[in-house]
């Protein structure tokens, strides 16, 4: 099967789009996703398919002459500046604003262009251009007499101490805990999320500011009606993940580019008290923040969801392209990165596909490069589709080795042999045995193969916690 | 008003029979179908079956417009011949062009179902409705008295009947959607070649002939269910497909890994043991030394491989679908998952899993539920107090009782909190010790009357052979975690019980959490639609309205209270189906010949009258009737006493409503095909609304003994309009 073949968009679009208008009469959600990826694609102009076609091409024949970036040439369309907000009218109003505001859960966001009324929001490639009282696409901007104000910050939906290997990061720190945490939101509509109930949520969904304040205490759970009254800023995050014995910060689960400016401060804190900041992000981000961030950020683990812009649009309302160059910067700037891939049957489970991500990988990233596959499961939307076969998780491996990483994982197989071990590429010895997330056996002097004494990509101080 | 000779010459009654059997048998071949689609519940039965009954309304209405028509056997033929094709066409449609409209693998929303749904069936079901209408017009003994009109009522029924009776006991049991929908095909295309060939029309006996020819040859030398299956499952190679009277599965083979599917949705992978681990280890571990263990669904997906590396004596493994058995024999191949099933220890029941429990005699050291989310009715069943007592009562002293539900990622939810306090809650209740484990896959609730450790992980690092590693319970089974449930059970939560099913409700609500649907905007269009229509409609069109909302609301009620006793209401709607027919039928036939009684229409109003006081009582005593069913223990067994009380009490629900259609239909008659019209318009819509409130909303929300009460109160309100009206 194949996901890409030909078929007849002008007749399926017209169909599609005439049933989700009957629809978005009745229902928003989903709905409203399909009609503004139709419009999206009317926006692009010149439609999708040749646009498919073109990277299809391109990418053949860059594999054929290696030196050549393999998906520079099929760089998709920009969007027009400033597409309409999804949640037109949605900002928080009244004593919910007020409250809001009075927690400090309110901030004026970073990277917006004020026009009238109007401003455009810079953060991420969607460039919402927010009217008065409507929101972004990542739920968490709205803009607010003109001016745009992040509602994603002190405020988590999420806090938790995870081993660093759950991110997946398996070549930074091994074995050290991280600090978690996220609020609501993210640019993103993946329709398998694991983590829908925060992801696709506005902070008001999670978090209820009225009645008293909470405040963070290191080791102490809360329920949720106190967890949804409590504020952890930034200093409060760095007490905490100091408290916990936890020598890194993660901005995880949702998205962290949602409460881009709450990540930001944070991490400029942390950095000043000599914690490392982990960003495990889908890198839907435009190149300026990221600039900025990249000066604080330590580490990176990047979902890199597929290598079509076609799946991008089917399975996550977004866009290659920018991930890709998402990707380059954070290489470029030295920031520790690890590169996670989901292989979904039917979309991203053709072998020539992963085949041409795994050459642009090596070619743009390294061979060195950290990747991960990971095993789809049937969750939130995407509920009619199987498991991913553990001999195509196995496949994809060997089809990564042959291209030439020298560090492939897979994740949620454990029936895979050493699905998760790192080999020293000289010697071929494993160095790094792990199960179930949790590193069982290291046989390393310092960053270097305890064997052969080779250099091992990635950052291997010794990190115990504490 | 005149009609054509021909048409008063042709019998209608067999056309009116021709149409009830195909409308049964359709309608349950397709909501069968759309059940895969749709990944369906009670939620979307209801919203099928609610557009059904709303677009043959709708068609019924339209039906007035045949009282002109000149050239009626014409346009009879070519309709019938078109209802012969048209479940097939749809059929087609459903299975090849589902992916042209939604993304593939993607559960359908909640508002595109509704959407979806309605313009799939909008073609049968309106030329249907039309049908009825028309023929039954010229059943009544003149265009301008209706007091006839429930002789042509009573004929579709027993059409119904025979179309529920074939299917459940003919059909469902030997053949696919596509054999099914080719009965009712050949019936009409071979009644209009027969009655054109009686009124020597040659041009309409060809036509069907020519229809009939093809659609046998399609079937002989084409497999319509093996091409549309290859469509449906677009990149996966087919290895298996079978219908069984609990459902359609599909074995799919994709790099070496067979997919089982059943009804859409995916079951389990072969050689992916994975997810199965922490449901057979988190339970048997409490007690290693096990001897008699008994698993609840779920056992040929990999938990009765894992559970048999334990020393146990015997394991009990109850699957109520044969075929799924069948297909993993014949399509798992050299899978541990088919291994299993050779092992001597293993002893493979048959049967509804709640039904076993209640009755087996054995007693358990371990049971293990291993059923899907009670994202159903039927599947609450399993986590109701009823249940709970039952498996207590089928445990040996201390034994462990382990169920499953929902996932715990790492933030707790106003929509997961209940979900856990619910369970435990209604496991309390029950037993002396409950603990909450948030696995991997899913949240583990283990109870029992004896001690329940919490040192898991030194039992799993002594069995290295099971292959559950203590890193696992490290990584889920974090202080913190364990924290969050717990904190969660401090919830003051409602109990979960077989009739007010609270945790469907809930479960229903995290599901549509999902979604944005304006559910609301669809509700206000059907209130001021129902509130128009009330206002604009005559007296007895209200009390058929409450009527035909009784036939649905309650039928609802009695068929989930049947599947909470028996199971497998998917296996046994068939002839249920026939036994609300047959009371339509003989209610109506009873009413028809009040109807036709010359005497004052004095009696009709009385009749009706009664027939809607009848209806607030039965309502009424529902709940209690039920209640009193449940527990009544009869000398010659339960199945056999649930194969006569809950059909008895469907037939005289209907018989009921039957009674109204005649006499409602002739209370302020002028012409009978306004009449009819406007009383099947009123019974459909009732009908509807009851269908489409009583599963989504009425029943999870208030419960079932409200839904009664208030569908009651409906007809006893329906009962003083009538009688506000009299004379």
């Known amino acids: 099967m194949n996901a890409d073949r030909d078929r007849s968009p002008t007749r399926r679009q017209a169909l599609r789009t005439g049933l989700m208008g009957v629809a978005a009469f009745l229902g928003g959600g989903g709905t409203v996703y399909l009609l503004t990826r139709s419009r999206s694609r009317a926006a692009n102009g010149a439609a999708l398919a040749p646009v498919a076609e073109r990277t299809s091409c391109a990418v053949a024949t860059a594999s054929a002459a290696p030196a050549a970036p393999v998906v520079e040439a099929p760089a998709a369309p920009a969007p027009s500046r400033g597409q309409p907000s999804e949640f037109p009218g949605d900002a928080p109003q009244g004593e919910l604003w007020e409250l809001w505001q009075k927690r400090g859960w309110a901030r004026e966001a970073r990277y917006v262009h004020a026009s009238g009324s109007s401003v455009l929001c810079q953060l991420c490639p969607h460039e919402c251009l927010l009217e008065p009282e409507s929101r972004g696409r990542c739920r968490t901007r ?325 | 008003m005149p009609m054509d000779e021909p048409t008063v010459r042709r019998p209608m009654k067999p056309a009116l029979f021709a149409l009830g059997f195909s409308a049964v048998v359709t309608q349950l071949t397709l909501m069968r179908e759309l059940l895969c689609v749709y990944s369906g519940n009670e939620l979307v039965i209801g919203v099928v079956l609610g557009n059904w009954l709303l677009l043959t309304g709708l068609g019924a209405w339209g039906g007035r417009t045949s009282a002109g028509l000149r050239r009626f056997s014409g346009v009879l033929d070519i309709g019938l011949l078109a209802l012969a094709v048209l479940p097939l066409a749809t059929l087609i449609a459903v299975r090849t062009l589902r992916y042209r409209f939604f993304v593939r693998g993607a559960t359908v929303e909640p508002t595109e179902t509704v959407l979806s749904s309605l313009l799939i069936l909008m073609p049968y079901c309106v030329l249907s409705g039309w049908l009825l209408t028309a023929c039954c017009a010229r059943t009544a003994e003149s265009s301008d008295d209706a007091r006839g009109l429930g002789s042509g009522y009573v004929w579709d029924c027993l059409g119904g009947l025979a179309g529920g009776l074939l299917f459940s006991f003919v059909l469902a049991p030997r053949c696919g959607h596509f054999a099914m929908l080719l009965l009712p095909a050949v019936l009409l295309t071979a009644w209009v070649a027969w009655t054109a060939l009686r009124e020597g029309r040659a041009g309409r006996f060809g036509a069907a002939l020519f229809l009939l020819g093809a659609l046998l040859s399609a079937f002989a030398y084409a497999d319509p269910d093996e091409w549309t299956t290859a469509r449906e499952f677009d990149g996966q190679t087919i290895v298996f497909r079978g219908y069984s009277p609990y459902g359609r599965l599909v074995v799919t083979e994709r790099a070496g890994q067979r997919d089982f599917i059943q009804n859409g949705v995916p079951l389990f992978a072969t050689g992916d043991p994975f997810p199965k681990k922490e449901t057979a280890h988190l339970a048997l571990l409490q007690r290693p030394e096990a001897k008699r263990v008994l698993l609840l669904g779920g056992g040929i997906a990999g938990t009765a491989a894992e559970i048999l590396k334990y020393p146990i004596e015997r394991l009990d493994y109850v699957e109520l679908d044969p075929l799924l058995i069948d297909a993993a024999r014949r399509s798992a191949g050299d899978a541990p998952e088919a291994r299993v099933l050779s092992d001597p220890r293993l002893t493979i029941r048959l049967d509804d899993a709640r039904r076993f429990v209640r009755e087996t005699r054995e007693r358990y050291d371990v049971l293990v539920v291993d059923l899907p989310d009670p994202s159903t009715a039927q599947l609450n069943r399993f986590h109701t107090r009823e249940f709970f007592r039952e498996a207590h009562a089928a445990l040996a002293p201390g034994g462990v009782f382990s169920v499953a539900l929902g996932h715990y990622e790492n933030r707790m939810t106003p929509e997961l909190e209940p979900l856990i306090a619910v369970p435990f809650r209604t496991l309390i209740e029950v037993f002396d010790c409950v603990s909450i484990l948030p696995g991997a896959q899913r949240i583990h609730f283990l109870a029992s009357d004896g001690p329940l450790t919490g040192d898991l992980e030194a039992r799993a690092a002594s069995r290295p052979e099971l292959a559950f590693y203590p890193e696992y319970l490290r990584m889920w089974l974090t202080r913190e975690r364990l924290e969050d449930l717990h904190l969660a059970t401090s919830l003051d939560a409602p109990l979960n019980t077989d009739l007010n099913p609270r945790l469907y409700y809930l479960h229903l609500r995290r599901t549509l959490s999902q979604f944005q649907g304006r559910y609301g905007v669809l509700l206000g269009v059907l209130a001021v639609a129902t509130t128009l229509f009330l206002l604009r409609a005559r007296a007895a069109q209200v009390g058929l309205f409450a009527a035909g909302f009784a036939a649905s609301a309650l039928n609802v009620v009695v068929l989930l209270a049947f599947q909470t006793v028996h199971g497998a209401l998917y296996r046994d709607l068939g002839w249920l189906t026939a036994a609300f027919m047959l009371g339509l039928a003989w209610g109506a036939a009873r009413a028809t010949r009040v109807a036709r009684d010359p005497g004052p229409s004095m009696a009709r109003h009385s009749a009706f009258l009664r027939v809607l006081l009848a209806l607030g009582v039965f309502g009424a005593l529902l709940p209690g009737a039920l209640w009193l069913l449940a527990r009544l223990e009869l000398p010659f067994g339960a199945p056999l006493a649930t194969c006569l009380f809950y059909p008895g009490l469907i037939v005289a629900l209907a018989g009921l409503v039957g009674a109204a259609f005649p006499l409602a239909a002739c209370i302020g008659c002028d012409d009978a095909a306004g009449a009819a019209a406007r009383s099947f318009f009123a019974d459909y819509a009732g009908s509807f609304l009851g269908a489409l409130l009583a599963s989504t909303i009425l029943i999870p929300v208030l419960g079932v003994v409200q839904t009664c009460l208030l569908t009651g109160l409906l007809n006893l309100l329906a009962a003083g309009l009538i009688w506000s009206r009299r004379g």
């Open chain 1, 142 to 466: 709205v803009n607010k007499g003109g001016k745009v104000y992040t509602l994603a910050y002190g405020n988590p939906c999420s806090l938790n101490v995870d081993p660093i290997e759950k991110k997946p990061l398996y070549h930074y720190l091994p074995d050290a805990r991280a600090f978690s945490l996220a609020t609501a939101g993210c640019q993103f509509r993946c329709l398998n999320c694991q983590n829908w109930e925060i992801s696709q949520r506005r902070p008001e969904e999670t978090k209820d500011p009225r009645g008293e304040s909470v405040r963070a205490e290191a080791g102490r759970r809360y329920s949720r009606g106190e967890f949804e009254r409590l504020s952890v800023f930034p200093d409060d995050v760095v007490a905490l993940a100091e408290g916990t014995g936890c020598r890194t910060i993660a901005y995880t689960y949702s998205e962290p580019n949602a409460y881009f400016d709450y990540m930001l401060d944070t991490a400029r804190l942390a950095r000043a008290k000599g914690l490392k900041n982990l960003s495990i992000t889908c890198g839907y981000i435009r190149e300026e923040p990221l600039k900025e961030l990249c000066r604080y950020l330590d580490a990176a683990n990047v979902n890199l969801k597929s290598f079509s812009e076609k799946t991008y649009r089917a399975l996550n309302a977004g866009r290659l392209q920018p991930i890709l160059d998402t990707l380059r910067t954070l290489k470029k700037h030295g920031v520790h990165l690890e590169v996670t891939n989901l292989i979904v049957p039917t979309y991203t489970d053709r072998m020539e596909e992963i085949e041409r991500m795994c050459g642009w990988i090596v070619e743009t990233l390294g061979p060195d490069q950290v990747l991960h596959f990971l095993r789809f499961r049937p969750l939130h939307k995407l509920t009619h589709l199987p498991s991913t076969p553990a001999q195509t998780l196995a496949d994809a491996r060997e089809i990564a080795r042959r291209a030439g990483l020298r560090y492939v994982y897979v994740g949620g197989a454990p029936e895979i042999e050493d699905a998760c071990t790192t080999f020293c590429p000289e010697c071929r010895k494993p160095i790094l045995e792990r199960r179930y997330m949790t590193l069982t056996a290291r046989r390393m002097n310092g960053d270097r193969c305890a064997s052969c004494d080779a250099k091992i990509a990635g950052v291997f101080e010794t990190a115990r916690n504490g």
